[in-house]
């Protein structure tokens, strides 16, 4: 993806090895690139969250081991580092995921050749999820360019951030508005700030910023107000977790969205890989729903007029807060799941239409 | 109303004429009770902020004439300061009906009964006020009592502020809530933070609080969610105008909440005095929707752990934002509106059977 005119994705490799991230600790207000020469750099990059996301931690976790092959390639020190490496978050799909990928890779391998395979398999996965991203992009774009016949941009609102910091690149509701921009049709993107924690107004204005893409911050209040006065297009968002029957659970405040398009006849996509497809799950209401910290609502973090990241509260001294963090989208609302196969119906036959292979499970 | 268990109004006068009100600008840090002894102290105050809504400023105003009386009686100086008193808000309706009444009033009474007759008037004008707003709870009273049966407390979602703050006492959507919980139902309120300017959060937790009401500040992305999850008994809110249809313009986003109550079966009722109905708009389309400063999205005003009043950006640098104040929830949505005339149906006939004078108009 583009930053400041240079093309970039969220994790590379140089040819010694060394693992390159951004410190997303520091975004938006300081762009700065670490390398990462050890695979304790790497585990303690994950763990403190300078990367984020879970398609870049699992590739960023594979380089990491590959990277940790050329000090001592032995099994025993390969599955010291997996277990390290996987402990550093330890409830991400991805990361386990891309970790076991690798051990398997390797396992059975001469000594010798282990950092050439394991660098190979890392660069795999890296390559898959750019590849997977860009293809659901690729999908999303016909649902942008039917938008474009009119006079002015196409206005295309988006909630929290699913933009290429969190994923090796392009992103999944980003993917198809970076190539709807470089493919030359006029697009331009409300930006959910995305209360409590800013998502939206730090990082997907941040990844639109640095791509060129016109975009204008709103408060999460706003998008039912344009809806009505006709200034979306269509929405696209992101998921954490779709359901069999097409319920999609999203950050907070998703399902309020849904509600303004489907009442104003606004298109309402949503865009995942089909890793967040959980077939197991019959629908949206069975999804736990995660309560996060209080002091995400009554203290906001920014930068001081100095400089300085600093932190206020923001509510009535000693009054309580609640956080729950996700909410679920029924199936009804929701115009089309795009997936790296294509674009599907909101309901377990437009998925099962996608993935015939998941018909018997 | 109360506050740490004593009773207060937004504005009371002293034996001296002198005029009591909290400094609204250093809420909810600190509580502050000001003394003003003359016209261009009440001016200052209203041009600052120190107190702010509409009912209120008109009150204050009022005490601000009759004080000025104290010094000069004559016509030329009770102009004089009216027209002062009329500059500091010059589009608040309120400020410039309260200063009219007043004028009528004194007009053609000699100069030695002025100081009486403006204090009673500006006493009446208050008075009028606080029974308004306690008509308006008393017919909201039913409507939170209906959802008492079940266990656990009637759970009422409101959005923005709409307290004793903006008025002399009880305020519109939070007057009935408050003599809900003085009348033994047990009531816990969902508040908004209400985002940009977190009024919900600032202003409604600290009258709740104040109050003793149980309550709990969400993000605004959460409502819907909570209905979901058949967390939310009701929806109670006030208004900045309805039209003769039903239409209701309020804080931004509360169209939304509107859409989740409809769409979960949650009763959404909309408080307000008569003087709030605008009977020459026929709908909310027609009503222009004020923007406001983009530094509202991009920046936050909050306390530093030290104590001190600070400002920090929250947004991507150099992204910018779109900041419209209102929205127009239609009456579609709306279950009642209720007034100190009791509860109707959001529609011309429901509030014309309530203002059967209006028939005509």
Known sequence: MKLNGAQYRSVWREPDGAIRIFDQTLLPWRVEILRLT?????????????VRGA???????????ALSLREDA?????????????ATRPTAINLRWALDMMLAGLRNQPRDDRVAIAERIAQDIADDDVETNRKIGEHTLPLIQAHAAKPGPVNILTHCNAGWLATVDYGTAL?????AHDSGIPVHVWVDE????????????????????AHTIIADNAGGHLMQRGQVDLVIVGTDRVTRNGDVANKIGTYLKALAAKDNGVPFHVACPHSTIDWR???????????????????????????????????????????????????????????????AAASEAGLLGLYPERKAS
Chains 1, 2 share one sequence.
């Open 38 to 50: 050890d695979a304790h750099q790497v585990a303690e990059a994950i763990s403190t969250m300078r």
């Open 55 to 65: 398609p870049l931690i699992g590739a960023v976790a594979a380089f990491g081991l």
């Open 74 to 86: 032995s099994d025993a020190a390969m599955d010291a580092t997996a277990t390290m490496l996987a």
């Open 175 to 179: 993917s198809g508005i970076f190539q």
């Open 194 to 213: 995305t209360r409590p924690r800013n998502q939206g107004a730090l990082l997907t204005a941040f990844e639109l910023s640095g791509h060129g893409v």
């Open 281 to 343: 799950i019959a629908q949206g209401a069975d999804i736990p729903i995660e309560e996060r910290d209080e002091r995400e609502i009554t203290d906001v973090t920014g930068q001081a007029p100095d400089g300085v990241i600093a932190r206020l509260r923001v509510a009535a001294p000693g009054s309580p807060a609640a956080n729950p963090a996700f909410d679920v989208t029924p199936a009804r609302l929701v115009t089309s799941i795009v997936t790296e196969r294509g674009v």
